[in-house]
Structures are given as structure tokens and as C-alpha cells.
């Protein structure tokens, strides 16, 4: 798988209330049988203020206090559920039609990829991923920029390396307990790249590239910051979580891999919920797509048959 008293003026009307029984002590003067002249009612107690609880303005809110988890809290959202779908829309076209475009545009420029060399196929994929990334970023952006300016936790792109690195074992293991043995079609995709793997430093770059940079921008944005944030703004953050986790491991086309695919996408999207920061789900997504290529890669500059390696496995 390369994928949070009492207030002032209720106090004073209490103290001035007629249906009060009033008792004279020494501050009290007589200056007619019918009249009295009273001093200043006494402060209100502290303690009393902090029993009462009707009116009080300056008690602390509990969302602006920070005693809220932060993966409990919602984005706020400024558009609405058309919208949402019509930009899912145009991302899931931008992605098929880009590839069909580039498969056909690929005789007319005088490529063959079956001539190519291995670092020429692997500057190909390269290419072929920058611009699908370029397409489907450039839709999201022409969509959410006509709701400047945007709420400062929407699209952000921080450093959250420390994060990213802590939650990079706890997705290990999570992951793990579904895995068992790699899945046939996972092992046959990493047969295919085995002649790109290692062959040069020019095809293991473009190849990390791809898996450590293009892919997690694209699928984080994407699933992450545009589906699951967009999405709170209907359902509580956990549920958004969980639907965009299904949907990314729905949208990778490999049904054997959906249980691993599905903790990994929960776990990216709660890395993403609890520190605001898409840069956090981003790293965790980079180095669990870019180790299994830098691993093999490795593997083969030590002299193992990584071929017999992942088929025995």
C-alpha cells in the first residue's frame, strides 16, 4: 500500500428588593416615625457570586478555554454541500481525463515508452504525476478562492514534523493488524517497479518523488482538507474521519487493500483533526509511501533478489 455568580445589576435589585424583611442595626438613623435613612447596602459576598450561575458573563466558554479536544471541533465551512460536490466532481474528471489526454497526446509527440529507457519511464510517471497533481490542485484552488478570505484553519500548511514522526509508528501498527501477508495485486505492483527501483539515482529520485511528494499532496488536499473539513460542517469530525477514509480507500481501486487503506486514511485524518495542519497527514502519508521504495532500494544496493524476496512473502 503505496497510500477539540450572580452579574452586578442582579445583585444590586436583589439588595434593594422591597419584599426584603429589613433589619436596623447601629447604621441605622431615625428622622421621622415614618421615614428611615438606610447606609449603603454591604459588598456582595465572593463566595456568593461563585455559587450563582444565571447571567454570568464572564465565566470562561469552554470552546474558547481550550478545555475542548482539538479533534473534537469542527471547520468552519463557508460553503455549501453544492458546492462540495460539484468541485469532488470536477477533481474525479480532472484526474480520469488528464490521463486519457496525456495517453493520447504521448504518439503525437514521436514517445514510444516501450523504447524508452528505465530513467526516461521513470521522468514519465514523474511528469504524468505533476501534472495530474497541477490539474486537481489548480480546481480545488479555483474553487475555494472565491471564498476569501478563508477561516485560518482551512488549507493549512504548517510544520508538524514532530507530529507527523510520532504518529508515523502508531500508524504502523495499526495498520499492521490487518495486513497478514502483502496482498497479491500489491505484490505484483511492486514486481513492475522492481526495473525502476534502484536502477539509477535518476529513476529511485523520480520515484520517491512521485510516491513522497506528488502523491500525498494530492491525496491529502484532496481527501483531507477538502472532503473531511467540508464535511463537519454537516456530520461530527469523527464521522467526517471515517467517510473520508472510506472514500480514499475506495478511490485507490483495490478492494483486497481496503482495510489497511481504511485505518491508514482514519489515521491520516485524525492526525489532520487534531493538529489543524495539513502538513501533518502529508508527512505521515510521504514517508509511508516513499519507505517501501527507499527500503527495496536499499535491500538491492546490499546484494538481496528483491523479486524473490516480495514473491516468497
Given amino acids: 500500500m503505496v497510500s477539540v455568580a450572580l452579574s452586578s445589576?442582579?445583585?444590586?435589585s436583589l439588595f434593594h428588593s422591597p419584599s426584603l424583611v429589613v433589619r436596623l442595626n447601629a447604621h441605622t438613623t431615625i428622622s421621622h416615625p415614618r421615614s428611615f435613612t438606610f447606609t449603603s447596602p454591604p459588598p456582595t459576598p465572593r463566595g456568593f457570586r461563585s455559587v450563582c450561575f444565571f447571567n454570568a458573563p464572564n465565566q470562561p466558554d469552554t470552546k474558547e478555554s481550550g478545555l475542548e479536544w482539538p479533534i473534537l471541533r469542527r471547520w468552519e465551512v463557508p460553503w455549501e454541500w453544492q458546492t462540495l460536490s460539484l468541485?469532488?466532481?470536477a477533481c474525479g474528471l480532472g484526474f480520469v481525463?488528464?490521463?486519457?489526454?496525456?495517453?493520447?497526446?504521448?504518439?503525437?509527440?514521436?514517445?514510444?515508452?516501450?523504447?524508452?529507457t528505465m530513467d526516461e519511464k521513470a521522468e514519465l510517471l514523474f511528469l504524468d504525476q505533476?501534472?495530474?497533481?497541477?490539474?486537481?490542485?489548480?480546481?480545488?484552488?479555483?474553487?475555494v478562492s472565491t471564498f476569501q478570505p478563508l477561516p485560518q484553519d482551512l488549507f493549512k500548511y504548517g510544520i508538524g514534523l514532530v507530529g507527523a514522526i510520532a504518529s508515523i509508528a502508531l500508524t504502523g501498527v495499526a495498520v499492521s493488524f490487518f495486513n497478514g501477508e502483502p496482498p497479491q495485486r500489491e505484490t505484483d505492483a511492486l514486481v513492475k517497479l522492481l526495473p525502476l527501483i534502484g536502477s539509477s539515482n535518476?529513476?529511485?529520485?523520480c520515484l520517491v518523488g512521485i510516491t513522497g511528494v506528488l502523491a500525498p499532496l494530492l491525496e491529502e488536499t484532496l481527501f483531507r482538507g477538502l472532503l473531511m473539513a467540508s464535511m463537519t460542517k454537516w456530520v461530527p469530525t469523527p464521522v467526517a474521519i471515517i467517510?473520508?477514509?472510506?472514500?480514499?480507500?475506495?478511490?485507490h481501486l483495490t478492494p483486497g487493500e481496503f482495510p489497511q487503506l481504511?485505518?491508514?486514511?482514519?489515521a491520516l485524518g485524525i492526525s489532520y483533526a487534531q493538529t489543524r495542519n495539513l502538513l501533518t497527514p502529508i508527512t505521515i502519508h510521504a514517508f509511508w509511501n516513499s519507505g517501501v521504495i527507499l527500503l527495496l532500494t536499499f535491500l538491492l544496493l546490499q546484494g538481496y533478489d528483491i523479486k524473490e524476496l516480495l514473491q516468497t512473502s
Fill in 130 to 143: 505533476g501534472i495530474t497533481t497541477a490539474v486537481v490542485l489548480g480546481i480545488i484552488y479555483a474553487t
Fill in 97 to 116: 481525463l488528464t490521463g486519457l489526454v496525456e495517453a493520447t497526446a504521448l504518439p503525437y509527440l514521436g514517445i514510444r515508452p516501450e523504447l524508452l
Fill in 9 to 12: 445589576s442582579f445583585s444590586s
Fill in 87 to 89: 468541485t469532488s466532481l
Fill in 202 to 205: 535518476v529513476s529511485t529520485a
Fill in 262 to 266: 481504511f485505518v491508514l486514511g482514519a
Fill in 243 to 251: 467517510i473520508s477514509a472510506a472514500v480514499f480507500s475506495l478511490a
